[in-house]
C-alpha cells in the first residue's frame, strides 16, 4: 500500500488528533468592524505627529490595537441586549441593585459604590484610609493606584517578592507578595503607620504575574491580628484565578467562579477597574465589607462621581457590568482568553523575541533591555521600541519602563528594573491570524533592531507621565 504521507507521520497526526485538545473561543461572530491598514509614509507621519507616543496616535491610524486591554472588550449578544434594559432613573435605577446582586454573589463583598473606572475607586479608597505620611506597602506600583496613594499623603512600599522584577524568573506565582518586606515595614514604622496592603491580583506591572492562594491566606493571616486592611485591586481578579487553576497544587478541579470567591474572602475591600475582566467598555466600583467604611464611602462618591447608585455610569453600563461579571468567570472564556495570550507568547519566543517569563495573563510583554541592549534607559528603549513596531506594521503597543514610571515626589526619576513593551490582548476581539500577523511584525523588527535609536523627551506633562509626553528620535 502507497501512503501518501509517511506512516510514522500519519500517526503522530492520529496521535494528535486522539489525545491533544485544542482550546477554540466559546463563540462565534455576529459583527465585525473593518480596519483600516495604512502605508509606512502614512505611519511615519502619523508616529511624528504623535511625539513618538502610541498614545497619542489616532485609532484610525492603527491597525492592530494592543494598546491595552482596558474598556476594549467585544460584549456578548447579552450585554448588549442589556443596555437595552438601561433603567436611567436617577436615583435607584434596577440596574444597581443587578449590579450589587453580581457583586455579591460572583465575588462575596457586601457593600457596593459604583464609579466611572477603576481610578474612581481609588480616589475614594485613598482619601478615606491614607492619613499623610502613612505608608502603603503593595505587591508592585500601579501608575493611577500609586498616584492617588502619594495625593492622599501615603508613600508607596514595593513589598512584591524579588522574582517579579527578572523578567527570566520562571517563578509561577511572581505577583507574591514578600512578607518579610511587610514585616520590616512594620517593624520600622508601626502598624498604626500602614491603613492597608494594596493587594492586586494578576500585577500588570510585572507582565500580569498571578499571587498564589497560599501566598493571600498567609497575608491575610498576618495583617488581621494587626488590624491593617488588605484592600484588593480586582481588575483582573478572574485571570489571576485561571493561573491558580492550572499552577496551585489543589485548585485543579475548582472553578475559576469557586476560586475568584475565595480569593475576594481573604480580602477587606476591593476597587476594580470592570474595563478589564468584567468585559465593559466603561465602569468601576468599590467593593466593602465594613458598614463603616461603605458610609464613608457612599458619602465621598457623590463629591467626585454622582449618587451612590450610579457612580458616574449609565443604568445600562450598570447592567453590562452585572452581566460581563458573571461571563467573566466562565471555565471556558478563561481558557480561550489566557490560551490567545500564551499563542502569541510562544510564537513570539520561537522567532527569538525576548518576553517576560512565564507568559502573563493580559498581554505579552517584550523585554526592551534585552531587545534594545545598545540603548540605556535614559533613552527611553520601551517607547523607542513601541514607535518602531508602529511603524513596521499599524500595530499599536504601548511602554511600560522608564516613562511609565514617572517622577518621585523629590523629582528624581523612578528607575523600574522592568523596560518592557506591553502588547496587550483586547478580550474577544482579535484572531488567531492576527496574532500571526503580530509576531511578524516584532520578529521583523528584530532583524534590525541594532539600527533603532533611542528617543529625548520634548515634553513631560506633571501627572502620569506616559499618557501625553512627547519625544523625538535622538
Ligand atoms: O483605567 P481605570 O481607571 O479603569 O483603572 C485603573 C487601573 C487600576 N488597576 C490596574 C491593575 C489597572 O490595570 C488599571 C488600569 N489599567 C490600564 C488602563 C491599563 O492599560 O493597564
Redesign the pocket.
Known amino acids: 500500500m502507497v501512503y501518501a504521507v509517511p506512516l510514522q507521520r500519519l500517526n503522530q497526526i492520529i496521535m494528535k488528533s486522539t489525545y491533544h485538545r485544542s482550546w477554540a473561543e466559546p463563540y462565534k461572530i455576529k459583527m465585525v468592524e473593518l480596519l483600516r491598514m495604512t502605508t509606512r509614509a502614512q505611519r511615519l507621519k502619523a508616529i511624528r505627529e504623535a511625539g513618538y507616543n502610541t498614545f497619542l496616535l489616532r485609532s484610525d491610524d492603527v491597525y492592530i490595537d494592543l494598546?491595552?486591554?482596558?474598556?476594549t472588550a467585544a460584549m456578548s449578544d447579552q450585554q448588549w441586549a442589556g443596555l437595552m434594559m438601561g433603567d436611567e432613573s436617577y436615583a435607584g435605577s434596577r440596574n444597581f441593585y443587578h449590579l450589587e446582586s453580581a457583586i455579591q454573589k460572583y465575588y462575596g463583598y457586601q457593600y457596593i459604590v459604583p464609579t466611572h473606572?477603576?481610578?474612581?475607586a481609588?480616589n475614594l479608597i485613598s482619601k478615606i484610609l491614607i492619613k499623610p505620611g502613612d505608608v502603603i506597602p503593595g505587591n508592585m506600583y500601579?501608575?493611577?493606584?500609586r498616584l492617588h496613594q502619594e495625593l492622599a499623603g501615603g508613600i508607596f512600599a514595593d513589598i512584591i517578592i524579588d522574582e517579579a522584577h527578572d523578567p527570566l524568573s520562571e517563578y509561577p506565582f511572581k505577583g507574591n507578595i514578600d512578607l518579610k518586606k511587610l514585616d520590616q515595614l512594620v517593624q520600622t514604622h508601626g502598624a498604626a503607620k500602614i491603613p492597608y496592603v494594596s493587594m492586586?491580583t494578576?500585577?500588570?506591572m510585572a507582565g500580569g504575574q498571578p499571587i498564589s492562594m497560599a501566598n493571600l491566606k498567609a497575608l491575610y493571616e498576618y495583617t488581621r491580628p494587626l488590624g491593617i486592611r488588605v484592600i484588593h485591586?480586582m481588575?483582573?481578579v478572574a485571570e489571576n484565578a485561571w493561573f491558580i487553576k492550572q499552577r496551585e497544587p489543589g485548585y485543579e478541579k475548582h472553578s475559576v467562579r469557586e476560586i475568584v470567591k475565595e480569593i475576594c474572602s481573604y480580602t477587606d475591600g476591593a476597587?476594580m477597574?470592570?474595563?478589564?475582566d468584567a468585559l465593559v467598555n466603561i465602569g468601576?466600583f468599590l467593593a466593602l465589607n465594613d458598614w463603616d467604611l461603605f458610609e464613608e464611602a457612599r458619602n465621598l462618591v457623590v463629591v467626585y462621581e454622582g449618587l451612590h447608585t450610579y457612580g458616574g455610569l449609565a443604568g445600562r453600563d450598570m447592567e453590562a457590568m452585572a452581566i460581563g461579571i458573571g461571563e467573566s468567570v466562565d471555565n471556558n472564556h478563561m481558557h480561550a482568553r489566557v490560551g490567545q495570550v500564551e499563542y502569541l507568547g510562544h510564537k513570539m519566543e520561537e522567532y527569538g523575541i525576548p518576553i517576560v517569563r512565564p507568559i502573563g495573563g493580559?498581554g505579552i510583554f517584550v523585554d526592551a533591555k534585552r531587545f534594545l541592549p545598545h540603548l540605556s534607559q535614559d533613552q527611553y528603549p520601551a517607547q523607542a521600541l513601541a514607535a518602531e513596531i508602529y511603524l513596521d506594521s499599524g500595530v499599536r503597543t504601548?511602554e511600560r519602563g522608564v516613562v511609565s514610571a514617572g517622577r518621585k515626589s523629590t523629582g528624581e526619576n523612578y528607575y523600574p528594573k522592568l523596560e518592557l513593551v506591553?502588547f496587550?490582548i483586547p478580550r474577544r476581539v482579535y484572531t488567531q491570524a492576527h496574532m500571526d500577523v503580530i509576531a511578524e511584525s516584532a520578529f521583523r523588527v528584530l532583524k534590525r533592531a541594532k539600527k533603532i535609536r533611542g528617543l529625548k523627551m520634548i515634553y513631560e506633562p506633571k501627572y502620569l507621565r506616559f499618557f501625553q509626553a512627547r519625544f523625538e528620535p535622538l
Not at 473606572?117 to 474612581?120: L, M
Not at 477597574?273 to 478589564?276: F, G, H, L, Y
Open positions: 494598546l491595552t486591554d482596558s474598556g473606572q477603576g481610578r474612581g481609588e500601579f501608575t493611577t493606584t492586586a494578576s500585577v500588570n485591586d481588575t483582573r476597587t477597574s470592570a474595563k478589564k468601576g493580559h504601548m506591553r496587550t
